[in-house]
């Protein structure tokens, strides 16, 4: 099952779901399962400096918002995991346009961090 956030094929600057897993122009960012977005990045890449936070594209949060409950990210880096209700996204994330399209910013004050890998060194 495919759902489109437009009304046709996907296009460049799409946004859709086939099965679990959540494409933004063609590139898997995530899946959904058991109502939690599950994104895995590399956090040395993602995670913003500032403001200090993880962000998501909002083609993505527009099209999962009312399919998840809970949004977990996993730093492949440390093994770190990141979690928070999709909730807070709507009510405490700002918007933020970086060269990457609009993304919405969630400090990281706003997550539950679950500390399982080791420290990296700087």
Known sequence: MMIYL???IPTEASCYIQGSKVFVD???IGEI???S???RVQGSKHFLRKPAGIAIQQHAYNLIKDA???VEVYDTE???VFRTSIGTFAT???VIER???KQIVLPFKYWTTELTGQMRLI
């Open 78 to 80: 440390t093994g770190n």
């Open 68 to 70: 998840v409950d809970m």
């Open 92 to 94: 405490v994330g700002k």
């Open 6 to 8: 437009k009304n046709s």
């Open 26 to 28: 063609f590139k898997m």
């Open 37 to 39: 977005f599950i994104k």
């Open 99 to 101: 060269n990457y399209g």
């Open 33 to 35: 399962h058991d109502r």
